[in-house]
């Protein structure tokens, strides 16, 4: 690694791993901070006493917490979550067959949400306190404010239930091929999950993209003779989009905790649905696998987030000798 | 009218514009009538305060103004009525025959593109089929006509990476790429060092002199349009006051208003003891040093103030050295075995350019920066070691004035709240008697006494300025630190604001660090005199042995630097500097990145 770029890279994922082993240490906490313990919580409170140690030797869980801990990131570290209470299914099976799914939901939920949100902004910047930018704006609130579940019955009910052009459940046997085969069965709920994310990406490109009409280059380009559809679309956009990239990063986790309750709505295939039915099920094996791979996504999305600025920012760049 | 020899076409011809800035709740007339002609090859200087609507006036030949300004007359550059033109025509005017180089040149370029991209984007809007690889190699040739000498290397970097004076080339370099007929030069040398400034000024003219440019200086450095102006015109209030050839306005200025303004323009000469810039007459109100040409050693106290000879010196700095920046990635040394002291009643001029590590040794002073090694000493006791109460007391006899007024004043606290603030904090007198000592300290600083329940955004920037000064007096300091305390200031108003720094320090006696980039203001209240060049003391004496016959080759190319408001005398030290960089033509830029991160 000769360059500071490969220096920068090396010392975030170090970083990175870092902040991953702490995850580990409190999804651990959290395992063991139930109330009457994992035992009591799997077993009902009619279970006997006997049970309760019985399912506590056979899980290792009469053992001192540092050797538990132990274990525990043995287990990670050979790629081992746990088997599932309830689905009888290792947690590392029913995540991978899952996960795909629910990144094809997210990943062209945010895809659709960017290319509508960033025009909209830029847009609206340009067209500041005039009737279309206090329209939008409107919009975009109104979006922001409104609860996931209830937009999703909304549009289920105008597309689904009316006009009958969507479906409004998507085949729980569907795997990723099917999923992509039949793209109809994706509309609703990625538009559902968009929605919020248009909302708040387009604000945040509008005041990006005015910061920037008001900096001096802006100025110097126009007083270059260049056009205004170059000087927006070139100079300012090109500054704009450094922080609306990198709060994309920051965005992932937040996309995944939408994706728990519209995949639960649309009966979408997902590790949404899956948590959501693990919580209901008290099936913390699968709960603490999914809380620990949102914090994978989180950290990898922030490390994401800082190579994006990295790439798009030269004075980003040069700051990382 | 004045109108140029021979009278060929003009390059642009403003006529009774007036420019109205609306908004919903007031109208503002920032230029009015105003009527102004720029010939080929002539180089015309717009000088006038902020609030003068000379850039107003510069913005209005682009069409570059903001949608909510309301214009009236007509502007004309090279034939074309640019208020007619539609917007693709007023496009294909700027840059083409209109080019305008701005004040910043660090915001003024893109951050996100190369300065090589930058440069070939202002050549490729204007023709559409040129090439990219034709076009950077064309930047390349004009960076090089901007005096930048590796610019093969520099086409790829980045604004940042480079100096303030090479963003200034890479603006003229992006200005002169089309050939346009007209340059603008508004305040493009305000940002930079007097060296730089020098440079660039002396590129202007070489551009001038090889291309038959008309330039249009807009400034409001009096000094720089001796150097450079032809012609000069002197605007104040959205009103041209005066027309004339520079030699003219200098010699035999006409307008009253043009009399004060260049009236209170600080002259590098050795002025006699007790000199105000206003009244012009030598009042030697300073104990001690009446007349006196070597004002060297320490005055003799004020009669009735505290002994303060008792102790020795006020300050003394013994090998300071201050580091910036983590070990990685190399320690910046902003200062360097640095040694001086002041006596009580001195003034200290501590010159240098950005960079130079002055006001970081200010802030030493006062505490706000611990020193990497070596000693900062007031009345003896020294700094660092000092705590807990010991530095209170030292604190309390040591004041300090910023720059920039508007932001080290808060903005949440009236003027009186300000002021008494240095009180509240000692516990020093009660409610009502720090209510008095308010109202007096405000009356010496010539405000009115009424100001004080006003909040700093309701006053001007000189009444702002007199307000700091009035909260660094407030506990009757024995030395205070100013730091470039007029540089933010209009002429006039920094007249008056030296004016009354010379008058209170001859009342009060504090000994003074007076830190400035300005070597006239420096001739005008210093006792002695040091030079800052990158972290170094390269020149510490009497004011008259530094500014008027200095030693050091940095500090003489320095005082050679500096414009001097009268076009004869500055002719003159051009040729001088000149010399002494070894012959005309622009290009002596050395480094890239130096001033870039700064350790101010």
């Known amino acids: ?321 | 009218m004045t109108s140029a020899p021979g009278a060929p076409r003009r390059v642009l011809g403003i006529e009774a514009l007036s420019v109205t800035f609306r908004s919903p709740r007031a109208e503002q007339v920032a230029v009015r009538d105003v009527t102004i002609e720029v010939y080929p090859g002539e180089i015309v200087a717009i000088v006038g305060e902020s609030g003068s609507g000379k850039s107003v006036t510069a913005l209005s030949t682009l069409g570059l103004l903001p949608p909510h300004a309301a214009q009236q007359g007509r502007v004309e550059v090279d034939g074309l009525d640019v208020r007619s033109l539609g917007p693709e025509r007023l496009r294909a005017l700027r840059g083409a025959r209109v080019a305008m180089v701005f004040q910043e040149p660090m915001t003024a370029l893109n951050p996100a593109f190369s300065i090589g991209w930058q440069v070939a984007e202002a050549l490729r809007v204007h023709d559409r089929r040129l090439s990219k690889r034709e076009a950077m190699r064309r930047a390349g040739e004009l960076l090089v006509l901007a005096g930048i000498r590796d610019a093969g290397r520099r086409l790829g970097q980045f604004p940042h990476e480079l100096s303030g004076g090479l963003r200034q080339r890479v603006m003229i370099a992006i200005a002169i790429a089309c050939d346009p007929k007209l340059l603008i030069a508004d305040e493009a040398t305000t940002a930079l060092d007097v060296t730089v400034q020098a440079e660039i000024l002396d590129l202007l003219r070489s551009i001038r002199d090889r291309m038959g440019t008309a330039v249009l200086v807009i400034t409001h450095n009096m000094g720089v349009v001796a150097d450079i102006a032809d012609r000069v015109i002197v605007m104040k209030d959205g009103r041209v006051v005066e027309q004339a050839s520079v030699d003219d306005l200098f010699e035999r200025p006409q307008e009253p208003y043009t009399k004060r303004l260049l009236a209170a323009v600080p002259r590098l000469q050795p002025h006699p003891r007790g000199t105000r810039l206003l009244e012009e007459v030598a009042v030697p109100t300073r104990p001690g040093a009446a007349g006196s040409a070597t004002p060297t050693a320490p005055r003799a106290p004020v009669p009735g103030a505290p002994d303060l000879r008792r102790s020795g010196d006020v300050l003394s700095v013994e090998h300071l050295t201050v580091e910036f920046g983590a070990r990685a990635t190399g320690r910046l040394r902003a200062v360097d075995d640095v040694s001086f002291s002041i006596s009580p009643g001195e003034v200290l001029g501590l010159v240098g350019e950005s960079g130079s590590g002055k006001s970081t040794v200010g802030k030493c002073i006062v505490g706000l920066v611990k020193p990497t090694s070596g000693r900062v000493r007031l009345w003896g006791e020294d700094l660092s070691a000092a705590s807990g109460r010991s530095l209170k007391r030292l604190r309390r006899r040591c004041s300090v004035v910023f720059q920039d007024p508007g932001s080290s004043l808060d903005p949440r606290m009236t003027v009186a709240e300000c002021v008494a603030e240095p009180l509240v904090v000692n516990r020093s007198g009660s409610r009502r008697s720090r209510d008095a000592r308010v109202v007096s300290l405000l009356e010496s600083v010539r405000l009115d006494a009424d100001l004080r329940y006003r909040y700093p955004h309701e006053l001007s920037g000189g009444q702002r300025q007199r307000v700091s000064i009035a909260r660094a007096l407030a506990l009757g300091p024995e030395l205070l630190v100013a730091d470039e305390p007029t540089s933010a200031l209009d002429v006039s108003v920094q007249a008056t604001v030296l004016d009354l720094l010379l008058d209170l320090q001859a009342k009060f006696g504090f000994g003074c660090l007076f830190i400035t980039h300005d070597l006239a203001v420096v001739s005008l209240l210093a006792d002695r005199v040091a030079v800052m060049h990158s972290g170094r003391l390269v020149e510490l004496g009497t004011r008259d042995e530094v500014l008027f016959n200095p030693k050091d080759p940095y500090t003489q190319r320095l005082v050679a630097a500096a414009p001097v408001p009268d076009p004869v005398e500055q002719r003159e030290r051009r040729q001088k500097r000149l010399a002494l960089a070894g012959g005309p033509g622009p290009g002596a830029e050395a480094g890239s990145t130096g001033q870039a991160g700064g350790g101010e």
């Open chain 1, 1 to 321: 690694m000769r360059s500071p770029f490969g220096w920068f890279l090396l010392k975030r994922l170090a970083q990175a791993v870092v902040v991953v082993f702490f995850v580990t240490l409190i999804v651990f906490g959290l395992l063991h901070a139930l109330p009457g313990g994992v035992a009591r919580g799997i077993l009902g409170a009619q279970a006997s006493n006997a049970e309760i140690a019985s399912f506590n030797r056979a899980q290792g869980f009469d053992k001192p917490l540092p050797v538990q801990y132990w274990m525990y990131l043995s287990r990670l570290l050979h790629a081992n979550l746990g088997t599932s209470y309830k689905l009888n299914q290792s947690v590392g099976s029913l995540i991978a067959s899952r996960l795909p799914r629910t990144l094809v939901l997210t990943g062209v939920s945010t895809a659709v949400a960017f290319v509508v949100a960033v025009p909209l902004g830029v847009w609206q910047a340009i067209r500041r306190r005039r009737l279309a930018d206090y329209v939008i704006t409107t919009g975009a609130f109104v979006g922001y404010a409104t609860p996931v579940y209830f937009l999703a019955l909304l549009l289920v009910i105008v597309f689904n239930a009316d006009l009958h052009l969507l479906p409004s459940q998507v085949p729980g046997t569907y795997n990723l091929g099917q999923l992509l085969a039949h793209p109809s069965v994706l509309v609703l709920p990625v538009v559902t999950l968009a929605v919020p994310t248009i909302a708040v990406f387009s604000r945040y490109t509008r005041s990006a993209v005015l910061d920037n009409l008001s900096e001096d280059y802006t100025r110097t380009a126009r007083a270059k003779g260049a056009p205004e559809r170059r000087v927006v679309g070139i100079h300012v956009l090109r500054n704009s989009l450094t922080p609306v990239i990198a709060m994309l990063g920051y965005y992932v986790p937040v996309m995944f905790s939408g994706a728990i309750v519209v995949e639960e709505i649309f009966n979408f295939p997902g590790m949404g649905l899956l948590f959501w039915n693990a919580a209901q099920t008290s099936d913390y094996p699968v709960l603490l696998g999914v809380i620990l791979l949102i914090a994978l996504a989180t950290v990898t999305g922030s490390l994401l987030a800082d190579i994006a600025q990295a790439v798009a920012d030269p004075r980003v760049r040069s700051g990382l000798k």
